[in-house]
């Protein structure tokens, strides 16, 4: 039987895991091969699983099967901006992945950048700015970059140079994230190589599996290129110097501890290779990472000795840790 109160074991028991999935966001299809994908590894594991595609009715699907923890495979909004968790927080159920507060300032880029740049995490400048000042000048000296503050997978990412299509200044009518979004966040472009780190938890605390170097032919590491097979190139462990693979494994670990991320997470890096160890800068930490068998996780994962398989049970176990732990200092039986 699915315990909502706190009650799901913490030992190598077989679990009953809703797998949450799909939903509405711009990232629905994604997310439904990271759900599925889970579930099949779960199932291997020897673990009961009902796969659950979100919809306004998520919550009564979930009451109905009483899962011992759910499995959040949700990408973009409300899976990943904290509004899933609230409400599997009000529900007294366990699940992967970060929390409500972490998860409304992970999802939020400026947000994150404001929260990690104290704590030596370097990010490109830049400012938010309204689609309708874009359509009268330049907000940044071009190369620049503009992005939704709040989407994943580079969703709505456009890259505005003095060759693009898009007019000078911006055209109303050109293709691009100023059709669908009020207000975008411009930064300036940062030449050079995307590199990637993943942060797991586990038994002995958070550690980092590794760099990946993401290798495109043309362009930058859109949407379609993440999830396209054969349009990125994946190098991993990244050929890089090692400073700068200790680097991005620091930066990621200390974004992992400072916003509170649970499970796992990966952040993301451009490196202008030109400039050494100065030329390193975030761009965004991600709480809820794909896990699609294109996805950079469980390919750092393998690299790191563990199985898809493994990686996924690793999580839910790290799931349940934490909501036993949460639930002991709500009675006073942890810290006192």
């Known amino acids: 039987m699915g315990n909502q109160t706190g009650g799901a074991p913490v030992s190598d028991a077989p679990l009953h895991i809703a797998v949450l999935m799909g939903g509405w966001a711009n990232e629905r299809e994604v997310s439904l ?8 590894a779960l199932e291997s594991k020897g673990h009961r699983t009902t796969r659950i595609d979100m919809g306004r009715d998520v919550a009564a699907k979930i ?11 949700l990408h973009g909004v409300p899976g990943e ?9 009000l529900m007294g159920i366990a699940y992967t992945h970060s929390g409500v507060a972490t998860s409304v300032i992970a999802i939020d880029k400026q947000l994150t950048k404001l929260v990690l740049q104290p704590h030596g995490i370097p990010f490109p400048g830049g400012r938010i700015v309204s689609s309708e000042e874009i359509f009268e000048r330049d907000p940044l000296a071009r190369p620049y970059v503009l992005k939704p503050v709040n989407e994943g997978s580079s969703v709505g990412v456009a890259i505005v140079t ?8 911006i055209g109303r009518d050109a293709a691009g994230p100023w059709q669908d979004f009020a207000e975008l ?7 050079g190589r995307e590199l990637t780190t993943a942060v797991i938890d586990g038994p002995d605390g958070a550690r980092a599996l590794g760099v990946t170097e993401l290798v495109i032919e043309h362009g930058f ?3 379609e290129h993440k999830y396209t097979e054969g349009r990125t190139q994946h190098v991993c462990p990244a050929q890089i110097p090692p400073e700068i693979a200790a680097l991005c494994e620091q930066y990621a670990l200390k974004a992992h501890e400072v916003l509170g991320c649970k499970g796992t997470s990966r952040t993301d890096f451009r490196w202008d290779d030109e400039q050494g160890e100065d030329g390193l800068f975030v761009l965004e930490t991600n709480t809820q990472p794909g896990m699609t068998p294109l ?3 469980p390919e750092q994962a393998r690299h790191a000795g563990i199985t898809y398989p493994d990686l996924c049970d690793m999580i839910v176990r ?15 039986g942890a810290d006192g």
Do not use: W
Not at 81 to 89: E, F, K, R
């Open 318 to 332: 790290e799931a349940i840790r934490v909501h036993a732990a949460k639930g002991a200092k709500a009675t006073g």
């Open 33 to 40: 091969m990271s759900g599925n994908g889970v579930a099949d």
């Open 81 to 89: 901006d904290g509004s899933v968790q609230g409400m599997l927080d």
């Open 295 to 297: 996805s950079l996780v």
């Open 162 to 169: 003095d060759e693009s299509n898009y007019g000078n200044p």
């Open 63 to 73: 009451s109905e099967a009483q899962p011992d923890v759910v499995f959040n495979a």
């Open 221 to 223: 590491y859109d949407y």
């Open 185 to 191: 966040l411009a930064e300036p472009f940062i030449r």
